[in-house]
């Protein structure tokens, strides 16, 4: 497995198995990878003839009062597990390469961006896109891969690439989740014992709104009530009921759907969401 | 000389060539093309194995009042052109595809933007690196090339390259001007012949202000009066001394500057400038 440290690097590897003919898959992370990380890095290596995974805690998507300096950095563990599933190089790119000092140019999606997480964090995407773009260019994948526990972020990403022409397939794999239907996130990591206990609220609302919906119930207000319902013992951020491709308030069930949900359990932020989708009657 | 109207059309050509190992450079254009866009055609065709060239009038770096509609457009010349420089492939995407209903992913170059033209049009740099971003990702070139009579869009693009990690070499070609003075542009077209002489004004006080620079003025006051003496008969958008790099006004001409210079004929809005570099006491 190589590694490199300059987008020039991994660029001059990527082309020369892209000009060999040959698929390059890429899994861009934060690290500290968990179980859904893995199953990301697998669909890569299974979908492609090389995997790249990246390996960067990206300032611009944290505000000052955020977890950045906190947030758990596990290199060596993440390594052996990217060699242990086949990834083929690593990127990992160093800290005043990616941001020089008189740094200015952002990313932007509009919309898409604004409601859910947009909200609370309102420099949130435009880190995340602009991040993600300098990935894409350093690493010029035919295929990338997200998970769909930041199910807005994979709709920002899914129209930056359509808007930016950067023909680059996005791949979505479904929310990896703990036996008591936790969804795995590396900020778990934060959660006592009592509040690992009380993280469960999330999924469990989202389980019971998925059986209300696949039962046929339509009406917003009585599955906002179920969802608030389990919510009682965390702090909600927010509970939306929004169209999955635009991100925008539905104010009834006729395209696909999610349920996104962001609450605080003690300090930490957790989210989670369900998508549904009308027609064929399926939740995931 | 090919043709493609698509992004995925110019992609797997570009790539065929860099995959072959040839160099491919580009020049990006909104047509109506006059000896400037040559010298940039020229250069790329000299610096490289194979060059394209893309005429797009892109929509979103027009506002509403301005002459999107009136702009020139000389399809047939420009290609004849094109072809009798040496230009290997053509990428001309049509508007349905390049700016669909819902687009809404930006490019923002923040600070470098915001002086000069960027005051006077507030969308059009964003406007500009939005769809050079664009362009860019089809076409995957090399080296692009820019002509310096847009000092400020150089300096927008150098910027936007190097903090989104493009791996893309841009090289500025200097302004070619008409054997009067004034600067080419596919603008000049909408100048009557009396609006034709008094267009003279622009590069006729930058002359005068590189005259006075070389003979060793450093006074501000003094050099912008000379400026404004030979703006009499003309309506100035701005007269500004900035640092060539920042794009950001001075003080005193201590590293590259850029004398920049926006006015009205009649109804046609015209720029110019000089880059002069006190170390070496040259100016172009």
């Not at 993280?199 to 469990?204: D, G, K, P, T, V």
Request: proline share 5%.
């Amino acid at each position: 497995m190589k590694i490199f440290h300059t987008p020039e690097g991994i660029r001059r590897w990527s082309l020369s198995h892209r000009c060999a003919g040959r698929t390059v898959g890429f899994v861009p992370t934060m690290g500290a990878l968990h179980a859904g990380h893995a199953s990301l890095m697998r669909a890569a290596v299974a979908q492609n003839d090389v995997a790249v995974l990246s390996i960067y805690v990206n300032p611009t998507q944290f505000a000052p009062h955020e977890d950045f300096d906190k947030y758990p950095r596990t290199w060596e563990a993440d390594l052996a597990l990217a060699e242990e599933i086949g990834i083929r190089a690593v990127y990992a790119p160093r800290d005043p390469d990616l941001y020089p000092k008189d740094f200015s140019t952002w990313v932007i999606v509009e919309k898409v961006s604004e409601g859910l997480c947009g909200r609370s964090r309102p420099h949130f995407f435009r880190g995340v896109a602009t991040i993600v773009t300098k990935l894409f260019h350093a690493v010029l994948p035919h295929r990338a891969y997200f998970g769909r526990k930041d199910a807005q972020q994979c709709a920002v990403i899914r129209r930056m690439v359509r808007d930016l022409d950067m023909g680059i397939e996005i791949v979505e794999m479904p929310i990896v989740r703990e036996s008591d239907g936790l969804a795995l996130s590396s900020r778990n990591q934060y959660l006592n014992p009592e509040e690992r206990i009380r993280a469960r609220a999330l999924s469990r609302g989202l389980f019971s709104v998925r059986d209300a919906l696949t039962a046929g119930e339509r009406d917003l207000t009585t599955l906002r009530e179920i969802m608030l319902d389990a919510l009682k013992d965390v702090r909600i951020d927010y509970v939306e009921f929004v169209d999955a491709e635009t991100i925008e308030p539905i104010t009834e069930i006729q395209k696909p759907i999610l349920v996104a949900v962001a609450a605080y359990v003690g300090d930490t932020r957790l989210i989670d969401n369900l998508a549904y989708d009308p027609i064929t009657n399926t939740a995931q």
